[in-house]
Structures are given as C-alpha cells and as structure tokens.
C-alpha cells in the first residue's frame, strides 16, 4: 500500500516519516491487519517522540497552537496523506488467565473514526521501512556466501579444512552464548523473582541485526505484588538444577580423556563425511595424489609408487603387447 500525494524522496513528510521508523524513532511492533503483516506503533509513543522533538513539528503545524494540539494535527496529517491507517486491537478482553490486555496486540482491525488522531489507538504504517546501507552489503555478502558454498566441493583441501573449522567455531560460539545466556537469566530469577539477560534482543524476530546485540543485558521488569514467582516455586527448581548437575557429576565417565577421545572421533566422523580424510585428499579439487602424480623410479614400496599399482599398470600394458602380437600375426 504506497502513500498517496508526494512520495518522492524530498518530501518533507516523506522525510518526517522516515525519522519515525529510523533506529532512534519510534518503537514498532509487527501484527496482522486484514490479514496482512503490517508495522505499527502506539499512538502515545508517537505523541511522546513529537513532544521530546518539537523542532521537527514546526514545519507542519501551526506554531500559534499549543503542542498538544500541534501532535493532533501532525498525526491527523500523517492519516490524510495515508502514511499512516489508524487501528485498534482485535480483541478488546485479556485472554484467559490474564487481568491485564497485552502492551503489543498481534491482530488488529481498522476504526470507524479513520481520520481523527487519538493516543489510545495504535497506527500501522503503510509503506516499506526504508533500506539502510547495511541491508545491501549484507545482501551481497549472502550471495557470495551462496556462491562460495556452491564451489566448495571443487575448493582445495585446505579450503575446505578451513570453512569447516570456522562453521564448527561460529556454532560453538553460538551454543555457548546462548548456554551462558539461559544459565544468567535462570540464576537471576531464582535469585531475585527476575531475569536478567544477555543480549536480551538476541533471539527477536522483531528486532534487525543492528539491534540483535545491544542493549548489552536487561533486567525484567518488577512485577506487581503477588503476582511475581512464588519462592517456593524458584526453590524448587534451584533443588531440581543442583540434582541435575549432582547427577552428571557422578555419572561422568572415569577417564578424563574419554570425553577428549570422543571429541576427536567426532572430528574424524566429520572429516570422513567431507571427504576430507584419508582417501577424501585423492578426490577432485583436494590436491593430493591422483592420475599422473607419479613418483620417480625407485624401489618397489616406495612413497609415491605403490608396487600393487606398479604391478596392475605392467600387467595392462602386457596384455595390450600381447593382443598387439597376435593381431600382427593374423595379418
């Protein structure tokens, strides 16, 4: 759904617009809206955005009025010129075991009084959020992956040893961080009733990802009393997490070199899997031996010229002589 009137890029509004959805702008979520998948924001958190930025109000306003009735009219400009739809939630009750409505609805519906601007609503924007320059430089650094991960089985060996390790490293690194995250925010809650966590955007697909990695931690916030988790319940599961790690403690295998030996068959089976041990370096585009990569003359046995090889190849070569021979003499 493109806006109507001016859409060109030196718009003004178009420009206001564009503030509103940038990073510092105003928060979004995402919901469904007449079974389309819209962005939109609170109408209170739009108000809230103009109010802290007056500057940006003065050239759509008139600067007679008060600013309450400025952010009216910017906003009911924002609705006429359809860079805005106004909207309410779908469901207007909590859901079944919920005192309170959600902060951020999943579906909404279009309002009957479309043009008027009102902080309780919330306003699903219209158009494409614009592209940074970020979004292009990883779109050609996702087709070069994909091209690079279409060469690889005619990638030398140690390319390919190299991709592997550094695949294995990210997924390594990934597990860890999310391993020490649940551990953080498990800890915190037994502790304190609240969550802290790392990388708190990390796992949000609302979030792009600029934002995946920051802010650094955040902690949940305070819930109203008598409705945190009971301390009975977060004893009860600090018991179960200590009889977990008492477990793995006594049934750890005797040899501390078992879970080192079982790592690096794990390595093999991998490397076997590539074609990237033993008879894998023989292979297209691995190097190694292969067809005419012959050693010198030497001694039967010696490295590069296996005598069952030698052997094979002189009796070939005898039974060509040979057929040679008879056919002479038929002749």
């Known amino acids: 759904m493109a806006p109507k009137g001016p859409s060109r890029e030196e718009d003004p509004l178009k420009q206001l617009a564009d503030k509103l959805r940038a990073k510092n702008g105003v928060e979004w979520r995402s919901s469904i809206l007449q079974d389309q998948r819209v962005e939109f924001i609170r109408g209170k958190d739009l108000a809230r955005y103009l109010r802290s930025h007056e500057e940006q109000l003065q050239p759509f306003v ?67 959020r614009p592209k940074s320059p970020w979004y292009y430089v990883l779109c050609g650094l996702a087709f070069l992956g994909i ?67 920051w802010p650094l931690y955040e902690l949940d916030e305070q819930p109203e009393k008598g409705k945190g988790s ?34 690096w068959q794990a390595h093999d089976a991998i490397l076997e899997m590539l074609n990237l041990h033993g008879a894998g370096q023989q292979k297209l585009g691995t190097g190694g031996e292969g067809p005419g990569n012959f050693s010198k003359p030497g001694a039967a046995g010696s490295p590069g010229k ?22 002479s003499a038929e002749l």
């Open 306 to 327: 296996p005598a069952q090889a030698a052997e094979a190849a002189a009796g070939a070569f005898g039974d060509d002589f040979a057929g040679g021979k008879d056919a």
């Open 147 to 213: 091209t690079l991960c279409t060469m690889f089985p005619l990638a030398p060996r140690p390319i390919k040893l190299v991709a592997l390790y550094v695949s294995m490293t990210l997924i390594i690194v990934i597990f860890s961080v999310l391993l020490v995250r649940g551990l953080v925010a498990m800890t915190t809650w037994i502790l304190l009733g609240r969550s802290l966590w790392i990388f708190p955007h990390l796992l949000s697909e609302e979030k792009g990802i600029d934002e995946a990695f």
């Open 230 to 263: 009971h301390w009975l319940v977060r004893t009860g599961m600090a018991l179960t997490l200590a009889g977990v790690v008492w477990a793995l403690h006594v049934y750890v295998p005797d040899k501390a070199g078992s879970v080192k030996d079982g790592a």
């Open 62 to 128: 008139s600067k007679a009025s008060k600013q309450d009735q400025q952010v009216k009219e910017l906003g009911e400009l924002l609705l006429r010129r359809r860079f805005l739809i106004k909207a309410d939630r779908m469901f207007k009750k909590p859901k079944p075991g919920r005192k309170r409505l959600v902060k951020w609805p999943k579906k909404l519906v279009p309002t009957e009084n479309p043009w008027a601007f009102q902080e309780e609503f919330f306003y699903a924007w219209t158009y494409d």
